[in-house]
């Protein structure tokens, strides 16, 4: 009768070497990835451009561009709800960018975890 289940019967050494070196293999491509992924820039823009707000892909701001039209004194809420769609929506760019390349590099996997039978 055969053996089921199990780690002695269900692989060899060699084709466990290979896993090994193919999950290596993808965590320097993540990280490779990761880096990329920081170094770009996400712009998104509210109020019809009258905000512009520049976001690193390390999630941090590092531009907020002003209209003139968009600063009126009497209507701060205006522009501090500009300013706040705006970052938002370049926040969603970085997701965005994020998840589509992980989503390539795992091949849909949908985790670390998923996609596996066990």
């Known amino acids: 009768m055969a053996k089921r289940g199990g780690f002695p019967g269900g692989m060899m050494p060699g084709n466990m070497n290979n896993l090994m070196k193919q999950a290596?293999?993808?965590?320097?491509?993540?990280?490779?990835?990761?880096?990329?992924?920081?170094?770009?820039?996400?712009?998104a823009t509210a109020g019809g451009g009258a905000v512009e707000v520049t976001?690193?892909?390390k999630r941090e701001v590092t531009k907020v561009k002003l209209q003139e039209e968009a600063?009126?004194?009497?209507?701060?809420?205006m522009l501090e709800d500009l300013?706040?769609?705006?970052?938002?929506?370049?926040l969603r760019k970085v997701?965005?960018?994020t998840a589509s390349v992980m989503s390539k590099l795992t091949?849909?996997?949908?985790?670390?975890?998923?996609?596996?039978?066990?």
């Open 24 to 43: 290596q293999k993808m965590q320097r491509q993540m990280e490779e990835n990761q880096k990329a992924l920081e170094e770009k820039e996400f712009t």
């Open 55 to 57: 976001v690193s892909g």
């Open 71 to 77: 600063v009126d004194p009497d209507d701060i809420e």
């Open 83 to 90: 300013i706040m769609a705006a970052t938002n929506e370049a």
């Open 95 to 97: 997701e965005e960018e």
């Open 107 to 118: 091949g849909g996997m949908g985790g670390l975890g998923g996609g596996f039978p066990f």
